[in-house]
């Protein structure tokens, strides 16, 4: 049986454990091996009572682990990710109560309880859309990128590589989110946002580029 390796041990590290632990999947595709953090044992609380199985950049992936991407922050979730994916760790995409629309295709990603897509969308790998997201039709979002929860994307977005978006912000039909871009909580954007910026408000405005 695989063994899931949980990679992150904060916030979305335990809503990713208490995510698997009632998948359907869970006992008898795979079980629960534990977590990686590079900050190191302790941040493992005992109530889990799954151990902390080493830091992200020496660990030796098994034949039999299979690894979920629960850092929240992106760019540091690639720091961590990609030494893993270089010693051959294979991610997987969780899916718990998600409704995706047709031909919608997706990678190695994280989606939190009730996620719900149109038609058409393509969604990278080794990113994080938190609970109760919507996203219209055609919707584009790339590697890396963290979408916390209720936030509502209109038909034909783009998100680019590693971008973030807070909590509730909406994002209008067709706008792209550029590389990097931080959307602010509660945001509603109907402008494309340049990649490293930071936007906040209704509407939308660029309060620093990072
Ligand atoms: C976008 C965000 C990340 C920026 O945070 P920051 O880099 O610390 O920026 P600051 O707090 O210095 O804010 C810069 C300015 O934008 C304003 N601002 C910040 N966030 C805002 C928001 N969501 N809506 C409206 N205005 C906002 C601040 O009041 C400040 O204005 P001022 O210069 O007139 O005082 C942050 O505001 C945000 O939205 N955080 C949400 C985090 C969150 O809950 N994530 C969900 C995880 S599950």
Redesign the pocket.
Known sequence: MKQVVILGAGGLGRQALAQLQVDRSHGIDWVIAGFLDERGPEVVPEVLYYPWLGYPDSFEPQSGHIFVAAVGDPSSRERQVLPLLEKGAQFISVRTRTELGARTSYGSTFFGYDVSSGVDCRIGSYSFI?QQTMLGHDVVIGDFVHI??RCLLAGHVNVEKGAVI??GAMISRGVTIGEGA?V????VVFKDVPPGA?V??NPARV?FHR
């Open positions: 938190d916390a929860p807070n909590s931080v602010g909580m509660g945001a930071t906040v408000g309060v």
